[in-house]
């Protein structure tokens, strides 16, 4: 009953893969099972957070995504007695895949838009409103999938709010910003900009990940503006700050499921490419406003559509109630109890 999970996070890919993979180590470590993460980058803030969890890290010594990584994998895993092996990263292909297979274990492999040229893994889990079956025609007999937001893995903290009740206020006033865990690009610096051009009443939270750069420059900026900003890093609170926020401005990604999950109405701007038709696809279905590519968009584009979404509270609740239904937090017990069940 011990998981192994391999998976990354950096300034430059973010922390949103180490972060869905901790959703399934929770509920394998509530099984009755341990879960040892596999991790090729350092990173103290993220280590301090799987420690806290009670997860296991070790840290390989490879090139990630090669040959030997999966070599070095396999090797933890059997010391661990491990059987199954998560795989969760845009640089493990094909090979790396097989190569585990070849040694024997199991392998869930998470994936967002099919970049891999073969399947050789026992699920495949792409939990996106995007995924279809066609990203996957190149793969083996054995291969299941698992696509949709009935597979979103949400982590621990959130599971408590599953029967909570939203209350859409007549007027917005409380904006929880979130551009993800490293936001190396600084959008975050633009959204706070505009701000001011929303409103000049708000109440703002702005989350940064412990691999931001920029924080010193945002903490400046929060601390000179004429509105209430608070800056917190490193948060395990999310969904409390959720439930406080009237409106979010975040990134794509992740981050998308948990405000679908919470019901908190969003303006999304994408910052990677991965992410553009999964806003486009949850914009048509009135679930979030995907303001687009973030060099494309300006301040005062963000400012005047955060006013104008501010005072439209019935906009505002259809969002809130789409997203409620979009997403019901069991996603990660339901991957968790299938891959227990392959193990008879």
Known sequence: MN???????STYIGTGHVMRCLALAQVWQDKGGESIFVLAN???????RLLAEGMQIVYLLVETGSREDANQTVDF???ASSQWIVVDGYYFGKEYQKAIKELGLKVLFLDDYGHSAHYDADLVLNQNISAYEGLYESREDYTQLFLGTEYVLLRREFWQWQNWQRVINSKARKILVTLGGSDPDNVTLKVIQALPLASNNLEIIVVVGGSNLHHEEL???ATESNLA????????????????????????????????????????????????????????????????????????????????LIGDRAKREIMSNRGRELVDGNGA????????????
Not at 3 to 9: E, G, N, Q, S, T
Not at 42 to 48: D, G, H, I, P, Y
Not at 261 to 282: D, H, R, W, Y
């Open 3 to 9: 998981i192994l999970l391999r998976a990354d996070a």
């Open 42 to 48: 350092k990173s103290s803030a993220l280590e301090n």
């Open 77 to 79: 895993a059997k010391k």
């Open 219 to 221: 903490q400046s900026v």
């Open 229 to 308: 900003i608070s800056l917190q890093q490193n948060v395990c609170n999310m969904p409390e700050l959720m439930a406080w926020a009237d409106i979010a401005i975040a990134a794509g990604g992740s981050t998308n499921w948990e405000l679908a999950f919470m019901g908190l109405p969003s303006i999304v701007i994408t910052i990677a490419e991965n992410q553009k038709a999964i806003a486009a696809e949850l914009d048509r279905q009135g679930i979030i406003i995907n303001l687009g590519w973030y060099r494309d968009v300006n301040v005062e584009q963000i400012g005047l559509l955060l006013g104008e």
């Open 333 to 344: 017990s339901r991957v968790v109890s299938e891959m227990i069940g392959m193990l008879a």
